[in-house]
Structures are given as structure tokens and as C-alpha cells.
């Protein structure tokens, strides 16, 4: 199975400051379709998970633009420009490119405002 | 708009039952392969089963191999997760999406709690 290996898994931050959280996969995740299939995903404190980024780089609708993602084949990142409030909570990344069996999921990054 | 709508949570003793489901709107179902995901408390996220489009194949993490069944309903929008033989460690949100993650929305989760 593929193994998603994520850095730092904690993340305190300054109000302002910049963020940016890594993802590496054990096996590239191109696909033959011409798509690479990595999303991040944002869970805030008691809520759902949200998609924020889909497909290494694009961001879901509503997504500020002070969050990007770039990346390809195994290693990946996403930065967020201007940490705000309304950002704490976990990051994961997510690779939908090789399953069966199923997607895998990065352990998860906490970020917090120091 | 495409939603994911999980239902069937609830509090059940270690060796019982549940059926979880998923009801989807918004987007043609059929076409998408589905997945279960959980979510232990103050845990991440963890794969649970697949399904293919059409329900012929389905895969599922060892946790949870030959206690739970996966399955749709492609004429009701529905997919489906029978659990059986549950144990405290499968407590958690369960959540439904799709096994590329194509959406960008999840649902808000069926909280199943093992207890006695």
C-alpha cells in the first residue's frame, strides 16, 4: 500500500507568519489519465474535513487564495502566504491514485497560532 | 450541488450490529467508485472500504475484513456499510466519499460508539 509521510505533524504559528506543511508518497502518484491525484484536506476543531486543494494545486471554491499547493510525483506542499485565526486545525494530504484497496491519508499536521 | 448525507450511527454493544448509510445527491452516483472512512476520536483519518461502480469489486483494511460489507444501491443514490461483530476500536465518525476524492465537500458523519 501506499504510504503518505507528512512534516511537521505539529505546526505552531505566528498570526501573519507563513506556513507550509510537506506530504510525501512511497509511489508516484501520476496517473495515466494525465492527472496527479493529491488533495489536502482541512479539518478545523469539531467540524468535518474540508477538501481545500484538489488534484496537487487547485483550489475548491471558497478556498483563500493564501493557500496553494504545488508539488509532483512522491513529494508535495502546500503554504499557506498569511496565517489567520480561522486556519487552526489538522492538515491532511490525501493520494486517490492507487487503489485498490483504497486511498491513503498523511497522519495528519496540527497547526496553531503560537 | 453535491451532497453526502451518512446516517445509522449510534450507541451499540461490543459484538453487535449497525448499517450505516450514505445517501447522494447532486451528482450522478453511478459513475463514481465509493469509499468509507473513519475517524477515531482525536485520531485521523483512516481508510475503511472501497467499492467499484457498479458493486462488483469490493476491498476492505484488515481492521475491518470479514466483519464489515460494504455495498450500493446505484437506483437509490445509496451507499451502504454492515457492520458486524463490532469491537470498542471501531468507535468513530464514519464518513462516505468518493475514491479518488473528486468531491470537495464531506458529509457531517454517522457517530458510532462501541460500548457496553
Known amino acids: 500500500d501506499v504510504v503518505m509521510t507528512q512534516s511537521p505533524l505539529s505546526l505552531p504559528v505566528t498570526l501573519g507568519q507563513p506556513a507550509s506543511i510537506s506530504c510525501r508518497s512511497s509511489?508516484?502518484?501520476?496517473?495515466?489519465?494525465?492527472?496527479?491525484?493529491l488533495n489536502w484536506i482541512q479539518q478545523r476543531p469539531g467540524q468535518s474535513p474540508r477538501r481545500l486543494i484538489y488534484?496537487?494545486?487547485n483550489r475548491d471554491s471558497g478556498v483563500p487564495d493564501r493557500f496553494s499547493g504545488s508539488g509532483s510525483g512522491t513529494d508535495f506542499t502546500l503554504k499557506i502566504s498569511r496565517v489567520e485565526a480561522e486556519d487552526v486545525g489538522v492538515y491532511y494530504c490525501?493520494?486517490?491514485?492507487?487503489?485498490?484497496?483504497?486511498?491513503?491519508f498523511g497522519q495528519g499536521t496540527k497547526l496553531e497560532i503560537k | 450541488e453535491m451532497q453526502l448525507l451518512e446516517s445509522g450511527g449510534g450507541l451499540v454493544q461490543p459484538g453487535g450490529s449497525l448499517r450505516l448509510s450514505c445517501a447522494a445527491s447532486?451528482?450522478?452516483?453511478?459513475?463514481?467508485?465509493m469509499i468509507w472512512v473513519r475517524q477515531a476520536p482525536g485520531r485521523g483519518l483512516e481508510w475503511v472500504s472501497s467499492?467499484?461502480?457498479?458493486?462488483?469489486?469490493?476491498y476492505y483494511a484488515e481492521s475491518v475484513k470479514g466483519r464489515f460489507t460494504i455495498s450500493r444501491d446505484n437506483s437509490k443514490n445509496t451507499l451502504y456499510l454492515q457492520m458486524n461483530s463490532l469491537r470498542a476500536e471501531d468507535t468513530a465518525v464514519y464518513y462516505c466519499?468518493?475514491?479518488?476524492?473528486?468531491?470537495?465537500?464531506w458529509g457531517q458523519g454517522t457517530l458510532v460508539t462501541v460500548s457496553s
Open positions: 466519499n468518493d475514491v479518488r476524492g473528486n468531491f470537495d465537500s
Open positions: 509511489q508516484s502518484l501520476e496517473y495515466s489519465d494525465g492527472n496527479t491525484y
Open positions: 467499492i467499484t461502480t457498479n458493486g462488483d469489486n469490493t
Open positions: 447532486g451528482f450522478t452516483f453511478s459513475i463514481y467508485a
Open positions: 490525501m493520494q486517490g491514485r492507487h487503489w485498490p484497496p483504497g486511498p491513503t
Open positions: 488534484r496537487v494545486s
